[in-house]
């Protein structure tokens, strides 16, 4: 008995050390996908929804779907600088072990462009997912974006202002739902000079913000922030819900005591599930808005 409660502590321990470096720099994901199950899904890599070379995404798909599965397409972090789809193997395989389809997009990235043409590679990518869903033997009824802290605000950008998907042929109407990890939605004023730049010009700051496009118009939106986010703070999380919910617009708010920036999305990992229930909620969310298509 006590050489078990032994090894539980110290797997515990592993785990915690491996939540804390997950996502920090490749070492961390490494540390994340080598502990991730590479069976229950296929996956096909490098499709190209655009003509740029950073234009690709990665499809995931359970090995034991249903026709009426959901499709969750992905953008990761990384202040619109940095980051790999190849480094998000755990939060695909997290998806597709709850029975979904999960696409995760590279997007380009600052210096190389500015604002908003990382939000519109974002909707090249919803528009390739809903207009290929079917090839994947799956409903574009069913087509949810996500997204964690830069690629949060990707996603929220999308489900706000509808005239990135209308500018692909599309609108808000393709997304039965946003799921925002950490997001960056009301982050203004801007003090970081990549930032400045990246948004800028000073007057085109306000375009940038997710938050002034609310109108109680958009998709369901599920808003998920550690509490302990020292990197994007909560108030993004709860002025973005607050004023959807004065909009009347739909929308749910999951805050995690404790948790921070790195940790809520790197909880999504097999080996770290245990300690948090990210996932659960996340998946409550879409087969909510699911179970009656």
Not at 68 to 87: I, L, M, N, T
Not at 105 to 123: H, S
Not at 217 to 246: I, S, Y
Request: some cysteine.
């Amino acid at each position: 008995m006590n050489a078990a409660r032994s090894f539980f502590t110290l797997l515990r321990g592993l785990a915690m050390m491996a939540a804390l470096s997950a996502l920090a720099g490749c070492s961390g994901t490494a540390i994340v996908n080598g502990l991730t199950p590479s069976w229950g899904y296929d996956v096909t890599r490098d499709i190209a929804y655009g003509e740029k070379p950073r234009q690709k995404l990665d499809v995931y798909v359970p090995t034991e779907k249903s026709a009426q599965a959901p499709v969750v397409v992905f953008f990761y972090g990384g202040r619109w600088e940095e980051g790999s789809k190849d480094q998000y193997k755990f939060l695909a395989q997290a998806l597709t072990s709850r029975g979904y389809v999960a696409a995760v997009a590279d997007y380009r990235l600052y210096p190389q462009v500015k604002f908003p043409t990382f939000v519109q590679d974002g909707a090249k990518a919803i528009q390739w997912a809903h207009a290929h869903a079917s090839e994947y033997g799956v409903d574009a009824d069913k087509l949810f974006v996500m997204g964690h802290s830069a690629g949060a605000h990707i996603a929220a950008m999308l489900a706000l202002d509808g005239e990135y998907l209308q500018a692909v042929g599309g609108s808000r109407d393709w997304l039965s739902g946003m799921i925002g990890l950490a997001g960056p939605y009301d982050f203004l004023p801007l003090k970081a000079a990549d930032l400045k730049d990246m948004f800028g010009p000073p007057e085109r700051y306000p375009l940038s913000q997710p938050i002034n496009y609310v109108e109680g118009e958009n998709p369901p939106l599920l808003l998920l922030h550690g509490l302990g986010d020292e990197t994007v703070f909560p108030k993004n999380t709860r002025n973005l819900a607050k004023k959807v919910a004065e909009n009347n617009g739909p929308v749910a708010i999951k805050l995690y005591p404790g948790i921070g920036h790195i940790k809520l999305v790197a909880n999504l990992a097999a080996p770290l599930r245990f300690m948090g229930d990210q996932l659960d909620d996340i998946a409550a969310f879409i087969n909510e808005l699911t179970k009656t298509q």
